[in-house]
């Protein structure tokens, strides 16, 4: 088995026992980059002297010290709209194409603090604002499984590296699915942790009530070692919350015995296909198999989540992105006559199509006259889907849903319809708006191209969630590597 | 309810984006379409139910008045796209007489 197909997991247990060095995985890594990347274009930025030269340094520490910790001399992937300093931070945005940050987002600087190797920032929807990878100011990701198709979004990118094996693992962000619909097309595990489980500080922000930062892998097991290293209380991120961390490796046991799953109707719906609904049904009778009690239930308010998201996120991004006005970073227009001219000109010229739309619904639904009708009433709806879930979870000990609708679709296909592509998100955004967990992990494949099943739990039931996809994965027979053939 | 071209000018204008003829036409066809369907919410009775702007049962969290460590002025200007002694460069803000 070559390096780069291998998991963190295995990985660390063999830097530890030394059967192979920092060096040579990454430059594994950095040999499957050339020979996949011009094909996947799953990086914006790589920085490959940085990484072997830190790569150097780790093997000489590793030398000295007794028990490594996990991520020590492990190859990530970040997406880039999580700050790096001294390594550019474009958000996929012209607005940002120079950024160079001037201080590591927390996460960052955790994952560089225990022993983890940046392999490079990776591609994303401007400003995370998508669900293709698409609407990136620097072209798009391919979906390693089939070329012609998108990796998903916003952290296309982040997906489209752990699945080519153009990193071991990745990090991504999650505003109304933005970790795990990408990881669902591209085969891989994606999880969006509880709301204010990880720091926020130094990711740039889109909308903060639902932005939330977490690990995209090869399989649960990484994925609970990678959240181990990166969930915690930050001071610097006021809605970070002060809570224990457990060992999340702990969860991983087979046993499902007894746990009751409910199925929300409204996330069965008439938008999901029938392939992905089989693949789900599929997975849930191994979930009985294996001693669970799957029953379906209705969470009513969920077929309104959309609507209200696509008022809420906007509204929070319109205000979010009101700082880049080409005064302290970023793009400035040159040949203005006075400072409006400059502000709305840099903005004309700095954002794509997508971003200004966001704005600029956004802006709508928080202005006079329309504030209470969109703005009010959507935080209203928010409400009765964190109700809506607050009851169910006294029934279920999870829910599960397909991730996405569909598996992937042709590049181009939703571009020239914003509704559409919105559309993609439907099974994945009441999440957000209610701030709890959900993973997302590979449960069958159509036509070559993988299907993601969704484990929602309660807040601060990430053990839980990775209890049941553990347990799933185990008795999966899996969907493989994407064929990839170059 | 439909977002004319007038709307949309409107609304650029607050939110301080430039837009060429085309792109209004464009957009306001695109903002009507996606609030059309985000009108949906108008259907439920919301009118006993109170609002959510966030998740998590925090308030007022503070940290202690103390100084610390922050960006100096080298830094905090390293990405600025005109300075000057110290200093953000921008256009003229008021009219000349």
């Known amino acids: 088995m070559e390096l780069h197909n291998l998991t963190g997991y295995k990985l660390h247990n063999m830097l530890q026992t030394k059967k192979i060095s920092a060096v040579e995985l990454i430059k594994a890594v950095f040999t499957r980059v050339e020979k996949v990347e011009r094909k996947v274009k799953a990086y914006l930025n790589l920085d490959r002297d940085l990484a072997l030269s830190r790569a150097k340094k780790i093997d000489q520490n590793i030398k000295s010290e007794k028990k490594i910790s996990f991520l020590t001399g492990l190859p990530i992937a970040v997406k880039d709209n999580i700050c790096t300093k001294g390594i550019i931070t474009t958000c996929a945005s012209r607005m940002l194409e120079n950024f160079n ?53 916003s952290s296309g990118g982040s997906a489209a590296a752990v ?38 500080y130094g990711l740039i922000a889109f909308a903060s009530s639902l932005d939330q930062i977490g690990p995209i892998t090869k399989d649960v097991r990484d994925c609970a070692c990678l959240l181990n290293e990166i969930a915690g209380h930050d001071p610097k991120d006021s809605t970070s919350l002060r809570t224990n961390v457990p060992d999340y ?17 409204e996330l069965m719906g008439e938008g999901v296909s029938r392939d992905v609904k089989d693949s789900v049904e599929k997975a849930l009778e191994l979930l009985r198999g294996l001693g669970a009690h799957v029953e379906e239930t209705s969470l009513p308010h969920l077929d309104y989540a959309l609507s209200a998201y696509y008022l809420i996120a906007p509204a929070e991004a319109s205000s979010n992105l009101a700082r880049y006005d080409g005064v302290r970073y970023g793009y400035r227009a040159e040949d203005v006559s006075d400072i409006l001219e400059m502000y709305s000109k840099t903005r004309a010229l ?9 704005i ?37 000990d999870v829910l599960i849903s397909p991730t996405s609708p569909t598996p992937a679709f042709k590049i181009g296909e939703k571009v020239a319809d914003p509704l559409q592509m919105y559309l993609s998100d439907i099974c994945t955004i009441p999440v957000n708006l209610a701030g709890i967990p959900a993973i997302s992990i590979p449960c069958g494949a159509v036509n070559g191209l993988p299907v993601g099943l969704q484990i929602m739990g309660k807040v601060l039931g990430e053990e839980t969630i990775l209890r049941v996809a553990y347990a799933f994965e185990q008795n999966f027979k899996g969907v493989g590597k994407p064929p990839l053939r170059i | 309810m439909s977002i004319t071209v007038r709307d949309v000018e409107h609304i650029a204008w607050l939110a301080r984006l430039e837009l060429s003829e085309r792109d209004k036409r464009k957009f306001s066809k695109q903002l009507d379409h996606i609030l059309d369907h985000a009108g949906k919410i108008k259907e439920i009775d919301l009118r006993d139910v109170p609002p959510t702007s966030h998740v998590l049962p925090l308030e007022n969290v503070f940290r202690k008045d103390e100084s610390e460590p922050c960006l100096t002025d080298k830094e905090a200007l390293s990405n600025a796209p005109k300075k000057e002694k110290g200093a953000f460069v921008v256009p003229r803000i008021l009219a000349q007489d």
């Open chain 1, 249 to 265: 490796t702990k969860a991983l046991v087979k046993e499902i015995g007894g746990l009751r799953i409910g199925i929300p109707k």
């Open chain 1, 350 to 358: 700095g954002f794509g199509d997508e971003v200004k739309r966001r």
């Open chain 1, 163 to 200: 699945a080519a094996g153009e990193a071991i693992f990745s990090l991504g962000s999650d505003t109304g699915g933005s970790i795990r619909q990408p990881a669902s097309l591209c085969g891989v595990v994606g999880l969006k942790p509880t709301y204010g489980l990880i720091s926020r």
């Open chain 1, 101 to 153: 940050p001037v201080y590591n987002a927390t996460v960052a600087q955790r994952i560089i603090d225990r022993g983890a190797v940046i392999a490079g920032k990776t591609n994303m929807d401007e400003f995370a604002m998508g669900s293709s990878t698409e609407n990136s100011a620097f072209g798009p990701t391919f979906n390693p499984w089939n070329l012609e198709t998108v990796p998903g979004g």
């Open chain 1, 360 to 396: 600029m619904l956004g802006t709508y639904a928080l202005s006079a006259g329309y504030y209470e009708a969109y703005y009010g009433q959507a935080q209203k709806v928010r409400t009765l889907v964190v109700r809506d879930f607050n009851e169910a979870f006294e029934k279920f």
